[in-house]
């Protein structure tokens, strides 16, 4: 665990607590351990607190999260101001969004104090290695639909703290770290994935800023923009619950969906199982007043979409990989490289290819 998590007293955390109205109380004891999954660009730890009887006692958990300190999250968290976009998305803009999302407590400065936010280790955890189970897939279509249909071109979307994917710093970087596991893509999947795909990819690599640009392309709408499996838990009743806001963006909203079937659905599921989803998905939009967004156009931009959760492994090969020991890189790339063949997903790239 960052030694900077474990400094935190209690008489900080009552002065914080108080401040924000999440408690009477005084903290009595503050203990700090590590959490069971790293995070890709931030250090985070839970927080265990115990409270005297004087008045309304807060949670009796969070979870505290601060910039990473190695050179790789700090260049990408000033790069792409990751910190600040989720303490923005928490303090001013979670309680705008149809979909449930971490209690906020506190804002740091991110450096030296953290963010506090709701600790969901009660919850069901989403766990991508295993997989995207149909019933939770749909749930989410549900979720996503909601979210994208009250965001479809609106004037919101003009807010600066909202990333452009496609354009400036972030595509940029992206592109880099796309490129950065090229080499590693070709040496670990040849012979397990068709050899066409694997070439289209690789081929593509290089521009990987063009295809950011295609798959930015159509109706805009507010997207999660990290919408996997390992950012989702699920309340009792099966209601998702959306974590890690730290590069909510406006584009196109096939980018949430096939980020999150492409990337995090067992392939053999996968396979008859994204027609259905993406079908409820686009059903859930028409209910929710989209109208203009034919079928036809939602399936091409899926079949096109499929290539971004691609980049996230490839760039999980290289220079991303945080090592967190279950592979997670080699099965996004294998699944969306299965799916992206399936689908003909290169072809919808046109000359990039």
Same mark, same amino acid.
């Given at each position: 665990?960052?030694?900077?998590?474990?400094?935190?007293?209690?008489?900080?955390?009552?002065?914080?607590?108080?401040?924000?109205? =999440?408690?009477?109380?005084?903290?009595?004891? %503050?203990? @700090? !351990?590590?959490?069971? *999954?790293?995070? #890709? $660009?931030?250090?985070? /730890?839970?927080?265990?607190?115990?409270?005297?009887?004087?008045?309304?006692?807060?949670?009796?958990?969070?979870?505290?999260?601060?910039?990473?300190?190695?050179?790789?999250?700090?260049?990408?968290?000033?790069?792409?101001?990751?910190?600040?976009?989720?303490?923005?998305?928490?303090?001013?803009?979670?309680?705008?969004?149809?979909?449930?999302?971490?209690?906020?407590?506190?804002?740091?400065?991110?450096?030296?104090?953290?963010?506090?936010?709701?600790?969901?280790?009660?919850?069901?955890?989403?766990?991508?290695?295993?997989?995207?189970?149909?019933?939770?897939?749909?749930?989410?279509?549900?979720?996503?639909?909601?979210? =994208?249909?009250?965001?479809?071109?609106?004037? %919101?979307? @003009? !807010?600066?703290?909202? *990333?452009?994917? #496609? $354009?400036?710093?972030? /595509?940029?970087?992206?592109?880099?770290?796309?490129?950065?596991?090229?080499?590693?893509?070709?040496?670990?999947?040849?012979?397990?994935?068709?050899?066409?795909?694997?070439?289209?990819?690789?081929?593509?690599?290089?521009?990987?800023?063009?295809?950011?640009?295609?798959?930015?392309?159509?109706?805009?709408?507010?997207?999660?923009?990290?919408?996997?499996?390992?950012?989702?838990?699920?309340?009792?009743?099966?209601?998702?619950?959306?974590?890690?806001?730290?590069?909510?963006?406006?584009?196109?909203?096939?980018?949430?969906?096939?980020?999150?079937?492409?990337?995090?659905?067992?392939?053999?599921?996968?396979?008859?199982?994204?027609?259905?989803?993406?079908?409820?998905?686009?059903?859930?939009?028409?209910?929710?007043?989209?109208?203009?967004?034919?079928?036809?156009?939602?399936?091409?931009?899926?079949?096109?979409?499929?290539?971004?959760?691609?980049?996230?492994?490839?760039?999980?090969?290289?220079?991303?990989?945080?090592?967190?020991?279950?592979?997670?890189?080699?099965?996004?790339?294998?699944?969306?490289?299965?799916?992206?063949?399936?689908?003909?997903?290169?072809?919808?790239?046109?000359?990039?290819?």
């Amino acid at each position: 665990m960052d030694e900077r998590l474990g400094r935190f007293d209690e008489a900080w955390f009552t002065g914080v607590l108080r401040d924000g109205g =999440h408690c009477e109380a005084a903290v009595t004891a %503050a203990v @700090a !351990e590590p959490v069971a *999954v790293a995070g #890709a $660009v931030a250090e985070m /730890a839970r927080y265990r607190l115990s409270y005297d009887a004087s008045g309304r006692q807060g949670p009796a958990t969070l979870i505290a999260k601060i910039r990473g300190a190695d050179g790789m999250r700090l260049g990408l968290d000033q790069a792409m101001g990751l910190y600040e976009r989720e303490a923005h998305f928490y303090a001013r803009f979670s309680d705008r969004v149809p979909v449930r999302t971490p209690r906020l407590y506190h804002v740091g400065d991110g450096t030296t104090t953290p963010l506090l936010l709701e600790d969901l280790g009660g919850l069901r955890a989403g766990d991508q290695m295993q997989g995207l189970a149909g019933a939770d897939a749909e749930r989410l279509m549900d979720v996503l639909g909601d979210l =994208h249909a009250q965001y479809w071109e609106a004037p %919101a979307l @003009a !807010e600066s703290w909202i *990333v452009r994917p #496609a $354009v400036g710093l972030f /595509a940029g970087m992206v592109a880099q770290l796309v490129q950065s596991g090229v080499e590693t893509l070709g040496e670990r999947f040849r012979g397990r994935v068709p050899e066409g795909v694997l070439a289209a990819a690789t081929e593509a690599a290089p521009r990987w800023g063009e295809v950011l640009r295609l798959c930015a392309e159509g109706p805009q709408t507010l997207v999660h923009n990290d919408c996997r499996l390992d950012n989702v838990f699920f309340a009792d009743d099966g209601t998702p619950v959306l974590i890690d806001w730290q590069i909510p963006a406006c584009t196109r909203g096939t980018q949430d969906v096939a980020n999150l079937l492409a990337g995090s659905m067992a392939s053999e599921t996968l396979e008859d199982g994204w027609r259905p989803l993406l079908r409820r998905y686009h059903d859930r939009l028409c209910s929710r007043g989209v109208d203009g967004y034919g079928w036809e156009e939602c399936v091409e931009h899926y079949r096109q979409s499929v290539l971004f959760p691609l980049g996230a492994g490839i760039a999980l090969l290289g220079s991303m990989d945080i090592g967190d020991g279950r592979g997670l890189g080699d099965a996004i790339v294998l699944r969306t490289l299965r799916h992206a063949d399936q689908l003909d997903s290169f072809a919808t790239l046109g000359a990039v290819r």
